[in-house]
Nanobody, 124 residues
Framework: QVQLVESGGGLVQAGGSLRLSCAAS????????MAWFRQAPGLEREFVAS????????DYADSVKGRFTISRDNAKNTVYLQMNTLKPEDTAVYYC?????????????????WGQGTQVTVSS
């Protein structure tokens, strides 16, 4: 079992940047696919980005391509989401998720481990 704790959220002006972190417990972190999802008020949870266990494969939602970068440090059991050129529509609670295999990464129901979320608010 993997426990996930997100941090790094906050309030930022449009055009600004934030870096989210997700610290994982457990010895199997380096073997896990990791992903970020987000959920805005009144909307469904949506896929943001994913990264395979080695960091060699990543995927992004079209809405964040070119602005967000997912990365991981297996020595620190941590995955990051660097968010640049933030827009008000990026405002949401951001969640970190983990699962064993890099398949159907955009499907939130396929992830067995979730963090508690961190709020990101982008003001216009």
């Amino acid at each position: 079992q993997v426990q996930l704790v997100e941090s790094g959220g906050g309030l930022v002006q449009a055009g600004g940047s934030l870096r989210l972190s997700c610290a994982a417990s457990g010895r199997t972190f380096s073997m896990r696919t990791m992903a970020w999802f987000r959920q805005a008020p009144g909307l469904e949870r949506e896929f943001v980005a994913s990264i395979n266990r080695t960091g060699g494969t990543t995927d992004y939602a079209d809405s964040v391509k070119g602005r967000f970068t997912i990365s991981r440090d297996n020595a620190k059991n941590t995955v990051y989401l660097q968010m640049n050129t933030l827009k008000p529509e990026d405002t949401a609670v951001y969640y970190c998720a983990a699962k064993p295999i890099y398949i159907n990464v955009w499907n939130g129901q396929s992830y067995g481990n979730w963090g508690q979320g961190t709020q990101v608010t982008v003001s216009s």
